[in-house]
Antibody
Framework: EVQLLESGGGLVRPGGSLRLSCAAS????????MAWVRQAPGKGLEWVSS????????YYGDSVRGRFTISRDNSKTTMFLQMNSLRADDTAVYYC???????????????WGQGTLVAVSS | DIQMTQSPSSLSVSVGDSVTITCRAS??????LNWYQQKPGKAPKLLIY???TLQTGVPSRFSGSGSGTEFTLTISSLQPEDFATYYC?????????FGQGTKVEFK
């Protein structure tokens, strides 16, 4: 059974940093791209970032490029999202998602974690 | 970036009704279009991928069609558990985008 478990969310001040983790199990982790998708309170889904199976290719949405860094440790079947220079509009539930492709292009998000809340406020 | 536009943004329906949701892409995405269902407080769930392929375990009352820039999700004979918000999402480009969502509410 595929399981994705996010952690690391919490309350942070504007300008601060936070690191999210996503622990994966139940599938061959290194064979699939992984992604972060967020949802602000009462709003729709926004793709944040994706990383290929080996971790050598990364993609970012315009709103986070230059501030967030996605990475993965295939030996620990864990993905990370380092979030710097956080702003109030980064407040959202952050979901970890498994992609059905290896590269991060052309697939879908076939499994999701339960989400972790990041709140940016002074 | 490719923009995805869903319509309508919400609709009020009754159990047993047929529902059609439209998703339009700002440029051709071939068949790289996926549909998700989300219930309040829950993670999204993949319903349809590749525009028309039903994910394993999804009831056959759900169907998808389209290619290029126009796509539809149809729910035939809506069931009580189908009241939710539905999102389309393109994966033709590495920079993925979602539609704004369609909330299916009880009339």
């Amino acid at each position: 059974e595929v399981q994705l478990l996010e952690s690391g969310g919490g309350l942070v001040r504007p300008g601060g940093s936070l690191r999210l983790s996503c622990a994966a199990s139940g599938f061959t982790f290194s064979s699939y791209a992984m992604a972060w998708v967020r949802q602000a309170p009462g709003k729709g889904l926004e793709w944040v970032s994706s990383i290929s199976g080996t971790g050598d290719t990364t993609y970012y949405g315009d709103s986070v490029r230059g501030r967030f860094t996605i990475s993965r440790d295939n030996s620990k079947t864990t993905m990370f999202l380092q979030m710097n220079s956080l702003r109030a509009d980064d407040t959202a539930v952050y979901y970890c998602a498994k992609e059905s492709s290896y590269s991060g292009v052309g697939g879908d998000f076939d499994y999701w974690g339960q989400g972790t809340l990041v709140a940016v406020s002074s | 970036d490719i923009q995805m536009t869903q319509s309508p943004s919400s609709l009020s329906v009754s159990v047993g009704d047929s529902v059609t949701i439209t998703c339009r892409a700002s440029q051709s995405i071939k068949s790289f279009l996926n549909w998700y269902q989300q219930k309040p407080g829950k993670a999204p769930k993949l319903l349809i991928y590749g525009a028309s392929t039903l994910q394993t375990g999804v009831p056959s009352r759900f169907s998808g069609s389209g290619s290029g820039t126009e796509f539809t999700l149809t729910i035939s004979s809506l069931q009580p558990e189908d009241f939710a918000t539905y999102y389309c999402q393109q994966s033709h480009r590495a920079l993925k985008t979602f539609g704004q969502g369609t909330k299916v509410e009880f009339k």
